[in-house]
């Protein structure tokens, strides 16, 4: 998570606050350099709706492969050692994710590696759906690319511009598509972490496939 620079001094801890800091597996040549991203370990059960967050760590840029799969190692085991199974990990796509998934050994063939706990068990390797959903969303509709080819057709951005314009400022008695928003075409700021608006558009591609069927 991106996060603006800044050094700050905690007069409960006397220790300033700010740098990178990635505990004992903070590369030497980060120490004493300030962060710009935030490193969140969660932990999400399978069965409830409740989420605990593990750890939080500071890094210069996306934390890197080899030390993110230091501390992935680590929060396995101290979880584990507390009496809660970790039988999955669940990240996105990105190019360091994906070199954690190399040092595990995952590949397009391999889902699931030894636990690192307990060689009897599988530690499975997911990515994260509706980070892939967001993406596809931002990629279509990025002001670069005013159109993409389906193996439907041509789908061009600036029909979706018409029907946000008909449906929401002139207000038809009949809507195809009556939940879509600017926020859906043009997210800003955190609305591009919306998982909803993400999934929302591509429920609108399908009414629009359905529609011109």
Known sequence: MKLSE???FDQHSMKF?????LGQHTPEDLKNKTADHALVFKFVPFRGRWVQALGCFLSRNACKSEPLHKLLLECIVLMENSGICI???VMDGASWNRGVWKIFGIDDKNISCEHPYDR???LWMIS???HLLKCFRTSTLDDNLQEFQTPYGIVKKKHWEALLEEENYRQ?????AYKLTPAHLKP?????????????VCTFFQVYFFCIE
Request: charged residues 20%; glycine residues 8%.
């Open 188 to 200: 800003k700021g955190f609305q591009t972490m919306n998982v909803p608006l993400a999934t929302q």
């Open 17 to 21: 606050s700010g740098f990178v800091d």
């Open 6 to 8: 800044g050094v700050y």
């Open 120 to 122: 009897s068990r599988r």
């Open 172 to 176: 038809p008695n009949m809507k195809i």
């Open 128 to 130: 994260d759906f509706n």
């Open 87 to 89: 039988d999955a990990v």
